[in-house]
């Protein structure tokens, strides 16, 4: 079941502490996409970000090296 082509989280607790508190629950919602930290540079993370549904960048975009790297970093 955890490969199936979706996953819905429902939780009870909000994330009140911190955006990081997230941090536990990516395995259970994002594939890993390992090869995706040599496209993280300034200028192809803009190309990610912008990426149309359904494209290999959007698959970027929600792996957990992105969303580990570029939304839950402690500098963002």
Known sequence: WLRAGFRILL?????YNDVRDFLGYIGLLLRSNPAAKATFTSS????IVEAPPGTEDERLLCSQEFVTKHILSKEV
């Open 11 to 15: 939780t009870a607790t909000p994330f």
């Open 44 to 47: 192809r993370v803009r190309q």
